[in-house]
């Protein structure tokens, strides 16, 4: 997943209305190495104007440093400083609401007690009746330990709750997809098996979040052979596909072709490996693989691809994709004349893009733009929609050859919060399972009520 460890704030700032104040004060804010975002103004008189100003900074100091740049700005008085994101947290980003009103007694019996207790029965005698008269045909758990939480590394689940609560905003505001965020106080895989088992039937689906390699490809297997619903590690497969979606781009600009092209993949974790997996799946060629685990190099190898090292890589790949979190990995020095080259670690990447191409590469991105929000809305919405039992490799490729269908000309991917890509991901992932003949139910495309 794209992200950005910067410290963010709002200042409130009032400014004496007189030509160059607000230019100094941005100029003061740059000096001392933050970054401006939005700025609204609040009220303007003859005298002076007040605005909020959004200002980003890369650590505490800096920002203290931003801050008294700005309240030592000649006409400027800062009025305020506010976390929006420490406000916005509070008492989480997430409710369940009622559907209706219970606004009489008539409904009341209804939704409770008497009426609800045909419902009940209908679905003791005919289970696959829950599909249709409750909830868990649009809810999804999103399960995490909180082991492999963003760059954060182990900080526990209740740490990784804010991400969870985030997920499920996307799955709702995307696809109306009901994100369930479960947090679990184990790190042992088979417990993590057994619990995710004995409450998969409230789900539609399971989403794995955050849970570290290697231990995330034994449970995402074992519950895969165990639940007839699908189950999906995003960190994996979502990042893959969007990954393989902005190559696809890439290589359409370029005209280096992943059919004929060497790709070497730089880190084998949890979205290295499963990258180089869906490549090696759609071009039928071995992806080099490096990393400094063995284990991972030989998980690589049993799935057809080829060991290799950095340095090899870099010498002989035409593509090459990093996702190591090690910023600074990739020397300029090695960067070879005509390489599409794909740093995805945040915030920081193996080598920034401009480098990259100074250096002579054709093609160079960092993680900025490869998010895999882009991609896991709309697997997990056409994946319900058609009642698969799973969720296969052909269904994954669909997603991503329809984000790279709808990235518009110039761009690397689509814009992620553009709802007209998610429902195409999901109806063509739909589409294929229907193809694959896995589709248990009439497929009725989602629409927002």
Not at 102 to 122: F, K, Q, W
Request: charge should be negative; charged fraction near 20%.
């Amino acid at each position: 997943m794209a992200w950005e460890r910067k410290i963010m704030r709002t200042v409130r700032v009032r400014n004496d209305q007189q030509t160059g104040v607000l230019a100094q004060l941005l100029t003061a804010i740059s000096e001392a190495g933050g970054d401006v975002g939005t700025m609204t103004m609040l009220t303007e008189t003859s005298r002076s104007v007040i605005r909020d100003i959004t200002v980003y900074a890369e650590s505490p100091t800096q920002l203290e440093a931003i801050l008294e740049n700005m309240r030592a700005n000649p006409g400027s008085k800062v009025l305020d400083v506010r976390d929006e994101v420490l406000e916005l947290h509070e008492k989480g980003k997430i409710a369940i609401r009622s559907r209706y009103p219970i606004d009489s007694m008539t409904t009341l019996r209804r939704v409770y007690t008497p009426g609800v207790a045909e419902v009940c029965l209908r679905i003791a005698e005919d289970p696959s009746q829950a599909r249709l008269y409750t909830s868990t045909s649009h809810m999804v758990a999103i399960v995490t330990d909180g082991t492999a939480v963003l760059g954060l590394g182990d900080i526990g689940p209740l740490a990784g709750m804010p991400v969870m609560e985030g997920k499920a905003m996307l799955m709702e505001s995307l696809v109306g997809l009901s994100g369930i965020p479960i947090l679990l106080n184990t790190k042992d895989p088979q417990e993590i098996i057994d619990t995710v088992a004995n409450i998969a039937p409230t789900f539609a689906a399971i989403q794995l979040e955050d849970i570290s390699a290697p231990r995330c490809f034994e449970i995402e297997e074992k519950l895969q052979k165990r639940l007839d619903i699908p189950v999906l590690h995003d960190d994996q497969h979502g990042t893959a596909v969007v990954t393989t979606a902005a190559l696809m781009v890439a290589s359409r600009q370029t005209g280096v072709y992943l059919s004929s092209a060497k790709i070497g993949q730089i880190g084998l974790g949890a979205a290295g490996f499963a990258t180089a997996q869906m490549l090696m799946r759609l071009t039928g060629n071995p992806v080099w693989g490096a990393d400094l685990n063995p284990e991972a190099l030989k998980r690589l190898q049993a799935a057809g691809g080829r060991p290799s090292n950095l340095a090899e890589i870099m010498a002989n790949c035409d593509i090459v994709i990093a996702t190591t979190g090690a910023p600074g990995l990739i020397k300029p020095g090695m960067v070879r004349k005509g390489q599409v080259i794909l740093a995805l670690s945040n915030p920081n990447p193996e080598i920034q893009p401009e480098v990259a191409l100074e250096r002579g590469a054709l093609f160079a991105a960092d993680g900025k733009s490869v998010n895999n929000v882009l991609g896991f809305p709309g697997i997990f919405r056409g994946a319900v929609d058609s009642y698969a039992p799973r969720i296969t490799n052909e269904m994954l490729l669909a997603a991503a050859y329809t984000i790279a269908d709808m990235t518009p000309p110039g761009e690397l991917v689509p814009n992620p919060l553009d709802k007209k890509v998610h429902l195409a991901v999901a109806r063509a992932v739909a589409q294929k399972a229907i193809d694959q003949g896995i589709a248990r139910a009439e497929y009725v495309p989602y629409t927002e009520e």
